[in-house]
C-alpha cells in the first residue's frame, strides 16, 4: 500500500479511536452518538437476527433497479442527443439547472400515477440519475476522437456497430462516471422517498428508529448504507482507472 | 448580447414553451386531484407571495442558504486551495473527499438532527455538506491542473507564494473553480431544502413537507413551481458568467 | 570585457528517483562553460540529454548537485536573478489578460514609475510588432503571437541575458526561420547576449555566433562550432556556403549520440 494509503488508515483508526474515547469517557452522550465497537456490534446482531432482511432487500433491490434503468435510458438517450443538436442546444440549460429542482416535491404524484408500491420510488431514483448519466455520456461522445469515426467509415462500419464497436469503447470511462453518480442518486431517490412517505425500506427503518431513539438500530442500518454506496463507487472506479490506464491518459 | 448568450435565451424559451404544454398536457390527463394547471398555478402564486405568512418562510429559507452557501464556499474554496498547492496532502485527502462525494447525504441526516437538533444549524449543516465537496473537489483539480510553465514564470519573476497564488493560480484555476460552485450552489439549495422538510417548523421545505402530507395540492404545485423556478433562472445566471470567465482562459 | 557573461564551473545535475527505487540519475555534465558578452550562443543536443535542465539551472531554478554558476561575478544561488530573461518552450502567456497587460506583468518585480512602465510596454509591443493586437486576449492569437507575447514580456524588463528554450518548436518551419530573423534583429537592437537550445540544426547553425553540441545522458559538451558569421545577417545565410559545412559538422558530432539516445546500443560514427 502507498504511503498515503498508509496514512489514510492511521487518520481513520485514529478517528474512530477519538469517537470510542470521547463516547466512553461521556464528553458524547450515548444518545447521540454510539460508539464505534457497539455499533459494529449492533450491526452484527441485526444482520444475524435477519429482522430488518426484507426491508434491506427491498430498499437495496429498489435502489438496484432503478440505477439500471438510469444508466440504460441515460446512455441511450446521450447517443441520441448527441446526434440532434437542436434538441441538445434546447436541453442544455435543464442540465445545468436539473439538480437544483427539488425532485420529491413529484413524490406525492408520482404516488397518485403509480400507486402505493415500490414504483414511484424507483421513478423518483431514475429521475435523479438519469441525467447526470445523459451528461456524462454526452461529455464521453464529444471526446472520441474524430479519427476514428473516419477510420469506421473508411472500413464500412454501419451506425450501429461504429455505436458498438468505436464510440462506446471510447466514452466508457465518461459513462462510468455518470454511473458513480447514478449509484449515489439512485440510493438518495429511494431512501429519500422512504423517509417522506413509506411504509417499508430501510429509509422508514431509519426514520422509524429515530423517532424511537432506538440507535442500536438506526446506526448499523446508515453504515450499511454509507458502506454499500463506498464499496460500488470504488469498484465502478477500478474499472474506470483501468481503462484510463489502457489509454495511457493515467 | 453575444450571438451564444442570445441562443441560450431563445433555447430557454423553446424549453419554456416545451416544459408548459406538457404540464398543460399532464394536468388535461390526471386533473385537479394532484395537479393544477400552469394558469391555476400562476393566479395561486400570484396571491400567495403577497401575503405576510410566506415572506417569513422566505426569509427563513433564504437566511438558512445563504449561510449554508457561506460556509460551502469558504471552507470549500480554502480545502480545495491548500489541497492544491499541497501534492502530499491531496494525495492523503482527496480519496477522503471522493469517498464522502459519492455517499447519499441523504443517509446522514438523522445523525446531523442528533448532534445540531431541530432548527437552523440543523438546516445549514445539511445545506453545507451538499455543497462542501464538489466545491472542494473542483477547486483542488484547478488548482493541481495550472500549466506548470506559468508558475515556473512566477517563479522566474520573482514573484512570492501570496503573490504567485493571487496573480497567477487563482486567475488561471478560476473557470474551473467557478464550475465547481455552479454545482455547489445547487447541491446546497437542494440539501437546504431538504433539510427544511425534515428539520425544521418553518420555511418553503417545511411548507412543501406540510402541504405534502396534508395533500394540498395548490400549495405542492405553486413550491415546486416556484422553487424550480428560481433554481433555473439562477442556474442560467451562474451559467453565463462562467461562460465569460471561461471565453478569456 | 574578458570576463565571462555567464560562466559554468564543473557543473553537474543528478536527481535522485522519486520513490528512493533505484541508482540515481546522472542527467547533466560536468558542463564547462562561458558565455562572451553580447554574443549569440546556441546548444543542439539528443532529446534526453538535459539541454532544458541546464536551463533550469542556468535561471535558478534548480541548484546542481556540483559545481558552480556564475552571472555578472555573482553566483547564482536560488533564485533568477535581475538581469536574465528567459523564454519557455511552452506557451506561458496569462489566458485572463489582454496582451498589453502580459507584458506590463513583466514589470511586477521594478519598481518603475507609471510613465515609465508604460514607455517600456509600447516599446516591447513595437517590438514584437504586436501594437495592434495590444488588447486582445492570447487565446484569439495563434501560437507564433502568443509566444511573441512571451517574448514581449521578458524583453520589457530589459534583460542582459536572454534564455529561450526551444521557442518555436511548435510552431512550422517557414514562421521558424521567420521568427529566427526576428531574433536576430532583437539580439542587434539589445545587444543582450543570447542563449537558444534548439533541436533544429539548420535553426542554431543560421542564427548562432558559436554552437554547442551535447552528448546524449548524461548531458556534456562535446563540440563547439565557430561560425563567424557577420552581426547583421538574416535567415539569407543558408544561401551561404559555409552555412552547409557548420550543419555537417554539427550533424556528424550528434548522429552518433542522437542514435544512443533513441536506444541503438552499437552506435557507430
Redesign the interface.
Known amino acids: 500500500m502507498?504511503k498515503?494509503g498508509l496514512?489514510?488508515l492511521a487518520?481513520i483508526a485514529v478517528l474512530l479511536g477519538a469517537l470510542e474515547v470521547l463516547v466512553r469517557i461521556g464528553r458524547i452522550d450515548a444518545?447521540?452518538?454510539q460508539a464505534p465497537h457497539k455499533m459494529l456490534l449492533d450491526l452484527y446482531a441485526m444482520l444475524a437476527s435477519g429482522k430488518l432482511n426484507k426491508a434491506i432487500a427491498k430498499t437495496m433491490g429498489n435502489a438496484g433497479f432503478a440505477f439500471v434503468i438510469a444508466v440504460s435510458l441515460g446512455v441511450i438517450s446521450g447517443l441520441m442527443i448527441h446526434r440532434m443538436r437542436r434538441v441538445r442546444?434546447?436541453?442544455?440549460?435543464?442540465f445545468?439547472?436539473y439538480?437544483?429542482?427539488?425532485v420529491?416535491?413529484?413524490?406525492?404524484?408520482l404516488i397518485?400515477?403509480l400507486g402505493l408500491g415500490d414504483a414511484p420510488q424507483i421513478f423518483i431514483g431514475v429521475m435523479l440519475g438519469f441525467v447526470a448519466v445523459v451528461v456524462n455520456t454526452l461529455n464521453g461522445l464529444d471526446r472520441v476522437p474524430r479519427v476514428l469515426l473516419k477510420t469506421a467509415r473508411v472500413n464500412g462500419m454501419n451506425g450501429l456497430e461504429t455505436a458498438l464497436k468505436i464510440t462506446l469503447p471510447s466514452a466508457a470511462p465518461y459513462i462510468l462516471t455518470g454511473a458513480?453518480f447514478a449509484?449515489?442518486?439512485s440510493?438518495?431517490g429511494v431512501?429519500?422517498a422512504e423517509?417522506?412517505?413509506s411504509t417499508g425500506g430501510m429509509g422508514y427503518e431509519?426514520?422509524f428508529?429515530?423517532n424511537n431513539f432506538d440507535n442500536a438500530t438506526?446506526y448499523p442500518l446508515?453504515i450499511m448504507?454509507?458502506v454499500a454506496?463506498?464499496s460500488i463507487?470504488m469498484v465502478i472506479?477500478r474499472w474506470e482507472k483501468s481503462l484510463l490506464k489502457r489509454r495511457g491518459l493515467q | 448580447m453575444s450571438p451564444s448568450t442570445r441562443?441560450?435565451i431563445v433555447?430557454?424559451g423553446?424549453?419554456t414553451l416545451?416544459i408548459l404544454a406538457l404540464w398543460q398536457g399532464l394536468y388535461a390527463l390526471?386533473g385537479d386531484?394532484?395537479?393544477r394547471s400552469p394558469l391555476a398555478t400562476l393566479q395561486f402564486t400570484a396571491k400567495f407571495v403577497t401575503t405576510p405568512q410566506f415572506a417569513t418562510h422566505l426569509a427563513e429559507t433564504s437566511k438558512a442558504f445563504v449561510l449554508a452557501l457561506g460556509i460551502a464556499v469558504g471552507s470549500g474554496l480554502a480545502i480545495g486551495f491548500v489541497l492544491g498547492l499541497k501534492r502530499?496532502a491531496s494525495?492523503?485527502f482527496e480519496?477522503?473527499l471522493?469517498?464522502i462525494y459519492?455517499?447519499?447525504?441523504?443517509?446522514?441526516?438523522?445523525?446531523l438532527?442528533?448532534?445540531f437538533g431541530l432548527g437552523l444549524s440543523a438546516k445549514v449543516a445539511f445545506g453545507a455538506i451538499h455543497g462542501i465537496v464538489p466545491i472542494a473537489l473542483f477547486t483542488l483539480n484547478a488548482v493541481r491542473n495550472v500549466k506548470p510553465v506559468l508558475l515556473k514564470t512566477a517563479r522566474v519573476m520573482g514573484l512570492s507564494s501570496t503573490t504567485t497564488i493571487r496573480t497567477v493560480i487563482f486567475p488561471s484555476a478560476l473557470p474551473e473553480i467557478f464550475a465547481g460552485l455552479?454545482?455547489g450552489?445547487?447541491?446546497t439549495?437542494?440539501g437546504t431544502?431538504?433539510g427544511e422538510?425534515?428539520a425544521s417548523q418553518r420555511g418553503l421545505g417545511f411548507l412543501?413537507?406540510n402541504a405534502?402530507g396534508l395533500?394540498n395540492?395548490d400549495v405542492?404545485v405553486m413550491?415546486?413551481f416556484l422553487?424550480?423556478g428560481f433554481?433555473?433562472i439562477?442556474?442560467?445566471v451562474l451559467?453565463l458568467i462562467n461562460r465569460r470567465i471561461t471565453a478569456q482562459a | 570585457m574578458t570576463q565571462p557573461h555567464i560562466r559554468l564551473s564543473d557543473v553537474e545535475m543528478t536527481f535522485s528517483r522519486p520513490d528512493g527505487v533505484g541508482e540515481d540519475i546522472h542527467a547533466l555534465g560536468p558542463i564547462q562553460l562561458d558565455l562572451r558578452h553580447g554574443e549569440f550562443f546556441a546548444v543542439v543536443g539528443p532529446s534526453g540529454c538535459g539541454k532544458s535542465t541546464l536551463l533550469e539551472l542556468m535561471i535558478g531554478l534548480t541548484n546542481p548537485t556540483k559545481g558552480t554558476i556564475t552571472f555578472e561575478g555573482q553566483p547564482i544561488n536560488g533564485s533568477c536573478p535581475d538581469g536574465i530573461g528567459v523564454v519557455f518552450q511552452e506557451d506561458a502567456s496569462f489566458a485572463w489578460l489582454t496582451v498589453r497587460d502580459n507584458i506590463a506583468f513583466g514589470l511586477r518585480r521594478m519598481a518603475l514609475d507609471r510613465r515609465e512602465q508604460d514607455e517600456r510596454v509600447e516599446q516591447a509591443l513595437a517590438m514584437m510588432g504586436l501594437v495592434e493586437f495590444a488588447d486582445v486576449y492570447p487565446s484569439q492569437l495563434s501560437g507564433g503571437m502568443r509566444q511573441r507575447v512571451c517574448i514581449a514580456r521578458t524583453l520589457v524588463t530589459q534583460p542582459r541575458l536572454i534564455l529561450l528554450d526551444e521557442p518555436f518548436g511548435a510552431l512550422d518551419q517557414q514562421t521558424r526561420l521567420l521568427m529566427g530573423d526576428e531574433i536576430l534583429s532583437l539580439w542587434r537592437k539589445t545587444g543582450a547576449t543570447i542563449f537558444l537550445i534548439t533541436h533544429a540544426l539548420d535553426e542554431a547553425a543560421m542564427l548562432a555566433d558559436r554552437i554547442g553540441v551535447m552528448s546524449s545522458r548524461p548531458g556534456q559538451l562535446i563540440d563547439i562550432v565557430e561560425t563567424n558569421w557577420p552581426k547583421d545577417r538574416d535567415s539569407r545565410i543558408v544561401e551561404n556556403d559555409a552555412f552547409g559545412a557548420v550543419t555537417a559538422r554539427l550533424w556528424r558530432s550528434l548522429r552518433v549520440e542522437s542514435m544512443k539516445a533513441i536506444g541503438k546500443k552499437d552506435a557507430q560514427a
Open positions: 502507498t498515503a496514512i489514510r487518520l444518545l447521540t452518538m442546444e434546447t436541453l442544455d440549460p435543464l445545468a439547472t439538480y437544483a429542482i427539488p420529491f416535491a413529484f413524490y406525492p404524484l397518485l400515477l458513480k449509484v449515489a442518486y440510493l438518495i431512501i429519500g423517509f417522506i412517505m431509519i426514520s428508529a429515530y438506526m446508515i448504507i454509507l454506496s463506498i463507487n472506479s | 441562443r441560450l433555447n430557454m423553446w424549453l416545451v390526471i386531484i394532484a395537479l502530499f494525495d492523503i480519496p477522503f471522493i469517498a459519492s455517499v447519499p447525504k441523504i443517509t446522514l441526516y438523522p445523525i438532527l442528533l448532534v455552479r454545482i450552489f445547487s447541491l439549495l437542494i431544502l431538504l422538510m425534515f412543501l413537507m405534502i395533500h395540492v405542492i413550491l415546486t422553487l424550480t433554481a433555473g439562477a442556474g442560467i451559467l
